[in-house]
């Protein structure tokens, strides 16, 4: 098990990221990253103390059905309408490790690619049996495993016609507040991936397929779920893309 807190290896060395692989800042087709670029050369603040150490809220408060998004929103007898899938995986260390105790955290538009959200204003209909949020942590061997519905592409604002791929956003906590990232999920097959504004931020090919999560039969459920693999890996050259810490942990 690796202790999320450190980013030395067991010999003192160190994987370095490539940082030639990040996907660029400035990227004019999609539309708001002209504002949010940076103008000027960024400045480094060094974490806290307090920052790093801090309490993770929700590592002990974990309802039973926190990580079933089929079930945790709707009425007892009732699940959310839609393809039904399990997501899965493992999150890990540069090397391949398990990462243990980290917090997971999902959200998504339902399967008409609609968000619970007040300023959602896309015209598919909500769905009352589904929130769009789960939550989990990772086992001992840094697994972890939700069920919910497949979410729908949806349009947005951005040019005449872009459309989001289907997605799950993950936001993955480590020992502390400082310690979270942030990424998305995308699946196997769909072809809004490569028509995408913000997955074409990314220019190295190799990165955004870590991005999308294939089928995994094995782990399918006869008569009742498909599932889709997707496993999450903090640092190195392998690094899955975070989108608020380019660098990893
Ligand atoms: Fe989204």
Not at 20 to 38: I, M
Not at 161 to 187: C, E, K, V
Request: hydrophobic residues 35%; neutral net charge; proline residues 10%.
């Amino acid at each position: 098990m690796t202790d999320i807190s450190k980013s030395e290896t067991p010999n003192g060395g160190y994987a370095a990221r490539l940082p030639a692989n990040h996907p660029v800042a400035l990227f004019p087709p999609y539309r708001t990253s002209v504002k949010r670029s940076p103008q000027a050369a960024p400045l480094s603040f060094p974490t806290t103390i307090s920052e790093e150490t801090g309490p993770v809220f929700g590592h002990d408060i974990l309802g039973p059905l926190d990580g079933d998004l089929l079930a945790n929103f709707g009425p007892q007898d009732q699940t959310a309408i839609g393809p039904r899938i399990i997501v899965h995986g493992r999150v890990q260390d540069q090397f391949g490790r398990p990462v243990a105790g980290a917090l997971i955290e999902v959200w998504q538009a339902n399967a008409g690619g609609r968000y619970r959200h007040v300023k959602e204003g896309y015209i598919a209909p909500l769905d009352p049996n589904f929130g769009g949020c789960g939550r989990g942590i990772t086992g001992e061997d840094g697994s972890y495993e939700f069920r919910t519905v497949m979410p729908g592409p949806y349009p947005w604002p951005n040019g005449p016609n872009d459309w989001r791929p289907a997605h799950i956003h993950f936001s993955i906590f480590g020992a502390g507040f400082a310690q979270r990232l942030i990424t998305q999920m995308y699946f196997e097959g769909d072809p809004l991936i490569n028509l995408c504004p913000i997955v074409k931020t990314i220019h190295d090919k190799a990165a955004v397929e870590r991005l999308i999560a294939p089928l995994d039969m094995a782990h399918t459920v006869p008569m009742d779920a498909r599932a889709y693999r997707f496993d999450i890996t903090l640092r190195g050259r392998r690094q899955t893309m975070f989108e608020n810490r380019m660098e990893g942990l």
